[in-house]
């Protein structure tokens, strides 16, 4: 099975992977409002009859300037058990969809003032021999992310985004900046460091 093999600091955090996979995801962000970034680590299953299960390995660990998260697409015998699976059958579920879409009515999405905790924070992506590409909160952008998607429907390569963008950027769906997209094949590495 295809699955995404992540370390923070040299130590293993999760095989990310599953034989009914469909989506596997890691995300490394930055908020401006926030003091360092954060990691997660999930995926979907199709389980048939219209019902999928939502995957967790890791959920928002926090991380901290000099945190290096590394992320290797790798073919896998085994993975690592998920913290947590939510099927969309489930009564849970339902409950949580239903609480989240009340509080979107109440709460429409608009931005809002951020406090600029970290203004000079970086993130730098390292991938082959190439220099790292450092993303930073210019042009008023308030976020940073770098991401990394797997799909079924094209298994032998893994996605990486890394963008900045502001929460007009984000609402309004006009984009950002796009400092790098690229594609991970089978055993190959990648990694994103937290820096100022």
């Given at each position: 099975?295809?699955?995404?093999?992540?370390?923070?600091?040299?130590?293993?955090?999760?095989?990310?992977?599953?034989?009914?996979?469909?989506?596997?995801?890691?995300?490394?962000?930055?908020?401006?409002?926030?003091?360092?970034?954060?990691?997660?680590?999930?995926?979907?299953?199709?389980?048939?009859?219209?019902?999928?299960?939502?995957?967790?390995?890791?959920?928002?660990?926090?991380?901290?300037?000099?945190?290096?998260?590394?992320?290797?697409?790798?073919?896998?015998a085994t993975a690592t058990p998920p913290s947590e699976a939510r099927r969309t059958d489930s009564p849970q579920y339902a409950?949580?969809?239903?609480?989240?879409?009340?509080?979107?009515?109440?709460?429409?999405?608009?931005?809002?003032?951020?406090?600029?905790k970290q203004a000079d924070a970086r993130l730098a992506l390292y991938w082959k021999s190439d220099p790292?590409?450092?993303?930073?909160?210019?042009?008023?952008?308030?976020?940073?992310?770098?991401?990394?998607?797997?799909?079924?429907?094209?298994?032998?390569?893994?996605?990486?985004?890394?963008?900045?963008?502001?929460?007009?950027?984000?609402?309004?769906?006009?984009?950002?900046?796009?400092?790098?997209?690229?594609?991970?094949?089978?055993?190959?590495?990648?990694?994103?460091?937290?820096?100022?």
């Amino acid at each position: 099975m295809r699955a995404l093999q992540i370390e923070l600091n040299g130590q293993s955090l999760a095989v990310a992977g599953s034989e009914a996979a469909v989506l596997l995801s890691a995300g490394i962000s930055l908020s401006i409002h926030e003091s360092g970034g954060t990691l997660d680590v999930s995926g979907m299953e199709d389980l048939g009859n219209d019902v999928s299960c939502h995957l967790s390995w890791v959920e928002m660990i926090d991380l901290v300037k000099g945190d290096r998260v590394t992320v290797k697409f790798v073919e896998a015998a085994t993975a690592t058990p998920p913290s947590e699976a939510r099927r969309t059958d489930s009564p849970q579920y339902a409950a949580e969809r239903a609480a989240y879409e009340d509080d979107l009515r109440e709460n429409p999405l608009g931005p809002v003032v951020l406090e600029r905790k970290q203004a000079d924070a970086r993130l730098a992506l390292y991938w082959k021999s190439d220099p790292p590409i450092v993303a930073s909160f210019e042009s008023g952008r308030e976020f940073i992310s770098c991401r990394f998607s797997w799909h079924s429907f094209r298994p032998d390569r893994c996605r990486m985004t890394f963008s900045s963008f502001s929460q007009v950027e984000a609402l309004d769906r006009t984009g950002g900046k796009d400092w790098f997209s690229g594609t991970l094949n089978v055993g190959e590495v990648c990694a994103i460091e937290l820096g100022a």
